[in-house]
């Protein structure tokens, strides 16, 4: 079920699988403590300590909350691409790509902040 106080443009990412443009999301450059739920839902799905600055231009994170995210081969655009979607609504959140830190998961979640919503820790 859609959330009735979602915006037209995150309907569009997490509804019809749209991308923000590089380097406009509004959590790209959030560095405080807390976690990132879905925007529709509320499920929590990253937490801050696994959130990361890849340059890629959208927030990225080495790992997601256990079982928060289901994954799907995307291979539209001519590309083949590992889709993250909310495991609670099912929304659109981004990509999963094997350039993350090494020293971690290896994982890099290149997620539309569209997606999302932050709760700052207490």
């Given at each position: ?15 019809n699988?749209?991308t ?18 879905c925007?529709?839902c509320?499920?929590t799905?990253?937490t ?10 959208w ?8 079982s ?17 979607t ?28 569209l ?8």
């Amino acid at each position: 079920m859609q959330n009735p106080q979602l915006s037209p443009e995150q309907r569009n990412v997490l509804f019809n699988k749209a991308t923000e443009a590089p380097f406009s999301g509004k959590f790209l450059n959030v560095h405080k403590n807390g976690t990132y739920v879905c925007a529709n839902c509320g499920a929590t799905l990253f937490t801050s300590d696994h959130k990361y600055d890849s340059h890629c231009g959208w927030p990225s994170f080495d790992d997601s909350v256990t079982s928060a995210v289901n994954y799907t081969v995307d291979t539209s655009h001519g590309m083949i691409r590992t889709e993250a979607t909310c495991a609670t609504c099912g929304g659109h959140l981004g990509h999963v790509f094997n350039d993350g830190p090494k020293r971690t998961t290896g994982k890099r979640y290149c997620i539309n902040s569209l997606a999302l919503d932050f709760t700052p820790a207490p």
